[in-house]
């Protein structure tokens, strides 16, 4: 957890936002994408880590796709435990979250869950299909592994209070109505719910859910505190070379600067 | 007294709501409507209406006398092959669609397995003047074409889903994917007692309908309450429909889930018997999962008992004793297909066939009293019954 808290600490002191890349576990294969982390640290203040699932039921097709394939290459949480667990030999800086659905934590239990996850050095994990109202399952246990809890453009303002209570790192903002994946613009609704999170709380806040452009990010410095991109990422990871991937990776790093 | 789910929408341990943050103020909304209506005579008298002049109930308990004689004991069938559509499913869809009205909503969608409930679905929305939608997987197009073909002719849209084993369990993420996406003016129109807090309590009291005849009837006819029900589980909600107003008396309930090629094989979709609990769709409960969490593909010969988990209400029902919980295998279920067309005339549904054919393997005593659920009617499946059992 602390690293994040640093991450966007420093951030702020930089006069930037934290850039938060995406990456699938696993894909497109468990050794490239070893290869391909090492890229995404470079630029990212944190990196989020999709682990695979059988019924990703919060994700468009881009990263459904990307599921199976690492899936199909014999990636599952173990094995994330243990690519972990020798990434943090290297590297004992870069913030780490694990996007991961409940019944994979529940698979394991819980508390074993996190006894593992504080262990090997991970620092967060965004459970899309655990909302607030089921917290008791998982927040008793957790240690000093975050738990990033979601907030929506549908979120009320009560159940916001609930949310940012029970939040220790930063709260993932869902900007749209929908499942993940590219989309042209940043939605209104989502630039109204970091104005409803920033009204009662100094925690900050990342927007993710549709982002893909340096012109997006661009656009929201000074209004949120993180941005996340995931499905644009995975898509050029399958479609283009790594220089590529480098090149889009710093055009949007350097979008996340106030200067 | 019995009284759950809780506030929270758990039975016991089982149960919750585990959906993406957007869906949970469509998921407070529609708890909210709904408790709205329970004390409302205007929509139950609503709901009733449409039952009787439109479904078609009561459905008929019906003393089956000549496979009473081949079993030794005494067989009534609650009749719901009768209902409009063929199958239990459209009671569910009324109460639903009437309630989705209420809440203002324009466009309904829903999963299908069989497409009994696709079906049921599409007939509602019709009915009542909705836009529908409803995801299928491709494989259960393909076994089930006819019933695609209904609910084109009836109006909707079918869209197929070509992810994961292409069954229910995928065409229920596409449904929640739509959902999540539509849900200012959509109401999704989940089929069984699964799903997060309100379904599994809603669906139940819509189904109940079911229980609640039986029991009137038999009294009527024998002066006393059955001995044994029986029904087919799936995600459970004929069974849990007709389960649900005797749970307090003392009658067995036995619930019979699709068995597959057998246990030992791993090709079945017998959740409960399998042991394994995890969490899927929203709820808390009895899952088939591979090792460290995928879900696993199941199999059975009937496409809506296809299904990893199974109701977080019967998961609860297994853990405190009240249902006992079996399956039958596609062969036995093939069997009681068979037996109750030649011995009674009445061709059930692939999946009813499943309670029925547990009669022939089951160790009920002779002279007992019992009621079987027949949830559907087997028209739909005349081409798989066809090619399994070689006939010309």
Request: net charge negative.
């Amino acid at each position: 957890m602390n690293r994040i808290v640093n991450a966007f600490n420093k951030a702020k002191y930089d006069n930037r936002i934290c850039f938060i890349p995406f990456c699938e576990f696993g894909y497109p294969s468990l050794e490239r994408f070893s290869e391909i982390v090492d890229i995404i640290c470079r630029y990212g203040d944190i990196v989020e880590i999709g682990i695979p699932f059988s019924d990703p039921i919060a994700d468009g097709p881009i990263i459904q796709k990307a599921s199976d394939i690492a899936i199909r290459n014999g990636a599952n949480l173990s094995k994330a435990f243990e690519w972990l667990y020798k990434f943090r030999k290297n590297d004992d800086f870069t913030p780490i979250v694990f996007m991961l659905y409940y019944n994979l934590v529940h698979y394991i239990g819980v508390k074993e869950f996190f006894r593992i996850a504080k262990d090997i050095g991970l620092d967060g994990v965004i459970i899309p299909d655990l909302p607030i109202e089921e917290s008791d399952n998982v927040y008793p246990y957790r240690d000093s592994v975050s738990i990033i809890w979601l907030a929506s453009v549908t979120t009320s303002d009560v159940r916001l209070k609930k949310i940012v209570e029970k939040s220790d790192s930063f709260i993932y903002c869902v900007s749209v109505k929908g499942v993940t994946g590219p989309r042209d613009e940043v939605s209104k609704d989502g630039l109204d719910l970091i104005r409803r999170i920033k009204n009662i709380s100094h925690i900050p806040t990342a927007l993710g859910f549709g982002l893909k452009s340096k012109e997006q990010i661009r656009s929201l410095v000074g209004i949120v505190d993180g941005v996340i991109v995931g499905s644009e990422i995975i898509r050029i990871i399958e479609d283009s070379s790594d220089s590529e991937l480098e090149i889009y990776l710093k055009e949007l790093k350097s979008a996340t600067s106030m200067l | 007294m019995y009284n759950l789910p809780d506030g929270r929408g758990y039975f016991g341990e089982y149960g919750g709501r585990f959906v993406p943050e957007t869906l949970m103020e469509p998921l407070l909304q529609l708890e909210e409507a709904y408790n709205k209506v329970k004390d409302d005579e205007d929509f139950w008298q609503s709901f009733n209406k449409l039952l009787r002049d439109y479904v078609g109930r009561p459905t008929p308990l019906y003393y089956a006398n000549r496979l009473s004689e081949r079993l030794g004991f005494k067989v009534y069938l609650k009749r719901e092959d009768l209902c409009h559509t063929g199958a239990h499913k459209i009671n569910n869809c009324i109460g639903q669609a009437l309630l989705a009205k209420r809440m203002g909503k324009s466009r309904i969608i829903a999963e299908t397995g069989a497409g009994q409930h696709g079906v049921a679905t599409a007939t509602v929305a019709s009915l009542l003047g909705l836009r529908c939608t409803i995801y299928m997987g491709e494989e259960d197009m393909i076994r089930q074409k006819m019933n695609v073909f209904r609910m084109k002719l009836l109006g909707a849209e079918v869209i197929p889903v070509s992810s994961g084993n292409r069954t229910l369990k995928e065409a229920i993420n596409s449904a929640l994917r739509d959902w999540v996406t539509n849900i200012d003016d959509t109401h999704y129109l989940i089929g069984s007692v699964i799903g997060p807090h309100p379904y599994p309590m809603m669906v139940r009291d819509f189904q109940s309908v079911i229980g609640r005849e039986a029991k009137r009837q038999i009294l009527d006819i024998e002066k006393k309450l059955p001995d044994y029900i029986v029904a087919c589980v799936g995600g459970g909600s004929n069974s849990i429909g007709i389960f649900y107003p005797f749970l307090e008396d003392d009658v067995k309930l036995i619930g019979v889930e699709g068995g597959g090629l057998g246990l030992e094989t791993k090709k079945h979709a017998a959740s409960i018997s399998n042991s394994q609990i995890g969490v899927l769709h929203g709820c808390r409960m009895y899952l088939m999962q591979e090792e460290w969490g995928n879900i696993m593909n199941t199999y059975s010969i009937s496409a809506g008992l296809d299904y990893p988990g199974v109701g977080p209400e019967h998961s609860y029902l297994k853990d405190i004793g009240r249902v006992r919980y079996e399956y039958a295998t596609d062969d036995v279920a093939l069997k009681g297909f068979e037996e109750l067309s030649k011995s009674e005339g009445i061709i059930p549904a692939l999946e009813s066939a499943h309670a029925v054919g547990y009669l022939f393997v089951s160790d009920i005593p002779k002279g007992s009293i019992v009621i079987v659920n027949l949830s559907g009617r087997g028209d739909k499946d005349l081409d798989i019954v066809m090619r399994e059992m070689k006939y010309e």
